[in-house]
């Protein structure tokens, strides 16, 4: 953990604190996410501050994991924080695949911008259950992309595709007959049609989770990321660290909720005394301050394996699963020690209650993650027998 790190961290987490909660009852933050003006007008309060992409730097290095946990968790103490300062899902996964293995080329064109925060960025994995496509099993892909002369034609449905309505770039996973394939495209594209924006618990990204109609979609070879058949391979490099990301904002959204609660009940009163007081409020609270430790250790532990280079495949769907699930029981019992104000909008804790249930099931449910590692129990098991 680098001093240079911390310093980034403590910028973010002030900025955030003073810049962008102020944002949080803003009537552009709709049941979609905030609007592109909103969103727009955050970037360049973060821009102007140089925290905009803190992440990454002016000569294109990243941080660490590690030191991203630190970043992101501060950007994460307002939902509003990781979109203003350029870190949300899906732009900061995204970002990151293409600056491993993207072309230069394909770097220009499609990861600039997104550094720049000019523009945000979709993943179009997930397929509609109705069509049998492809969910947390992506071996059920039915999108086909099939070669035409320099060109490849894709077509499909895609759905929970966060943030399409309003995205510029997108990351297209069709099968090929060599297999899962992944193709980079600018948007809009008439070939890619919004079916409908769906109505979900969360609303804190930008252009909600849409259902879309990918037809006859025409994409230059040039356009594809990494060989033919790669697309799984390409994908797991985004996988795993996004799903840590995803446990490093929310840990930040949790930790606020927390500081909402201590001081409601610090400063609230009945029978005859503070509610912190009572022992069934305090303990809540200090309930809390162990699930937050916890989840702060194993997004440490998970960082740490991948920035020893490790694929950290299951170490990743164990801390998922982990801080996803510590997560939910600390936003739970903050809008049960706030009693009504909890469930109501006057502060963000019933918003982050939302986000962190929905994030029980994005990027993998709880129990796929725990099927998975049931194999991999299995699979060890079976190596020692040998």
Known sequence: ???????????????????????EHDPRCGAHGPSEELVAELRDKARAAGVLTPHISADGTHLCHREVAIVLRAAGLSPLGPVAVNVAAPDEGNMYLLGKRASAAQKTRFLDPLIRGEARSAFFMTEPAADGGAGSDPSMLMTTAVADGDHWIVNGRKAFIT?????????????????????????????????????????SMPGGHAIV??????????????????????????LAPARLTHCMRWLGACTRAQEIAVDYANRRHAFG????????????????LIDLKQADLMIDWCA???DDGHPGTAESSMAKVAVSEALMRIADRCVQVMGGTGVSGD????????????????????????????????????????
């Open 273 to 288: 005394k503070s509610l912190i007081d009572h022992e069934g409020v305090g303990f809540m609270l200090a309930e809390n």
């Open 1 to 23: 953990m680098t001093e240079n790190a911390r310093a980034i961290a403590a910028r973010v987490e002030a900025f955030v604190r003073h810049a962008i909660i102020p944002h």
């Open 304 to 306: 740490g394996v991948l």
């Open 347 to 386: 502060t963000v804790v019933e918003q982050v209650f939302r986000e962190v249930r929905a994030f029980r099931i994005y990027d993998g449910p709880t129990e796929v993650h725990k099927w998975s590692l049931a194999r991999k129990v299995r699979r060890d098991w079976k190596a020692v027998q040998a």
């Open 163 to 203: 943030g399409a309505a309003g995205a510029k770039v997108g990351i297209v996973m069709a099968k090929a007959e060599q297999g899962a394939t992944l193709f980079l495209v600018d948007l809009p594209d008439p070939a890619i049609r919004i079916e409908r924006v769906l109505d979900t618990i969360d609303s």
């Open 213 to 238: 109609a990918i037809d006859e979609l025409r994409i230059p070879a040039d356009q594809m990321l990494g060989n033919p058949g790669e697309g799984f391979q390409l994908a797991q490099v985004r």
